[in-house]
């Protein structure tokens, strides 16, 4: 071992791409040879280091192992040249940083240009030696007066308190982001996004939300925690030279971020499909309700007690059927604090059925979730959902009115007996005349005269279709037995309201 602070000043050149092991490496030099003569210059790249070794003509090189490519390579030969032109003899040093945080010094040797041949062809794979000391067994060949061959596994603890600093980079911002996680959680809950939730099919849709809350509060605070805990802790500090970061891939991270989303949206289908399971479970005791959508309307039906209204009267914790249609285009039922939807679509074979319990008793409002035409934000009824006994008394007093009302009767025969479905109500064509304003009106018929559509003519139109046929209209069409299947008074009724579509 030389004394160097007599000796001449010694030139030390350390190229690495990795900044962090370069530095850790100046560091470590700057210990074992510290007071002595020795200056050191970093490469962080082949280029900068071959126009170092040129213009500076270093006495030793530490060359990072990792930047030499794969054993015998093209790239290796290529870089490994660059260290062997000109005639002095340098010594260099191959390091390389191991995932353990230990330093592994490959060879050391002082070269000639025409030992590069040689060394070019050694087996540069470790031997099992080598695996189990950390330290290299190829020939050592310090020369003599050469920097004393460096213990560089000594600086082991420096270069494993680097990585553990790097451990501890990643302790402080992973709790950073469970706090922000749990802040922005409390944030979004606050915004009050959730009405009350007052039916039982509310419960699967909340838990839902829940999770899809914790998971949006999560994923932000990921990124952003780590995008900030970068900024402000690795940012480049004045005077400091810049660096490039250098990655290298890592298979176990590649293998995490493919499994970690896959299994998340894998358990999302799994929990979306439970809770819609839960959501259109049936009871078969359910009180059946129809529900008519129309531009710009709702119509509830009452089958069991054929009951009309322009109010959902429910009762409270009953389970309900709604059977939904539509008059004329899509509509889409929602109670937001039901928190389900269904769409209602116009035709006789597309009834969507939608189960719901209502558990809180309250006024709410049904609105129309489906753009539907001009005046869709306005598609809104009454619900309200009341105790069995309040239902019960509505029904009993809906049922009167509509005792004491022969029109309103009517209406019912016609919903219940089909006649709808070959008259319209508002003047449309349909396979019947429509019924819009035919009552005292002049009708033509088939031969050419005229008649006013009065009782009289109603009457026998409906018990004798087929005694005045209307013009443009097939006979036959419209069912001949009527007179039947329908009491005196229940004919009455059917014109009384035929008499009130106008
Ligand atoms: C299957 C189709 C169909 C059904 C169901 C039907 N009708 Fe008709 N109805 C017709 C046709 C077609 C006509 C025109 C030909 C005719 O006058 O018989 C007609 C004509 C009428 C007329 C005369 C209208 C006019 O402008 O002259 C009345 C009134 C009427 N129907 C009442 C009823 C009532 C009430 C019911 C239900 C209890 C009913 N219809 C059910 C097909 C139907
Ligand atoms: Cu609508």
Known sequence: MGDL?????????IASTNPLFARALRSLVAQ????????????SSPDEATAILDS???DLVILDYDDLGEPGSDKRAAYLSHFLTGERPIQVMLVSLRESGEVVVYDRRTLTPAQAEDWLDLPWTQTPAEEETGQPTAEETPSPGSIPPARIGAGTENLSSLRSGGMKHYVIAGVLTVIVTVIMYLLLRSIGLLPIAAAVQAGPVDRMIETQLWMISFLFSLITVFIGYSIVVFRQKKGEKEEVATFKGSSGLEVLWTLFPLATVIYL?????QALGEIRTADPNSLEIRVVAFQWGWLFEYPETGVQSNELYLPVDRPAKLMLTSRDVIHSFWVPEFRIKQDALPGENFVREMQLTPVEIGDYTVRCAELCGGNHAYMNAPVRVVSQEDFDAWMEEQMQVSAADPAERGRRLAETQGCLSCHSLDGSSSIGPTWQNLASSEVTLADGSTEIAD????YE???DPNAAIRQGFPPNVMPQNYDELFTEEQINDLIEFIETVN
């Open 461 to 463: 139109a409906i018990v």
């Open 5 to 13: 602070t007599q000796g001449p000043l010694r030139r030390v050149l």
């Open 56 to 58: 500076w003509q270093p």
């Open 32 to 43: 074992r040879w510290e007071g002595r003569r020795v200056e050191v210059r970093m490469a």
């Open 455 to 458: 009782d009289d003519y109603l």
């Open 269 to 273: 289908s799994f929990i979306g499909a």
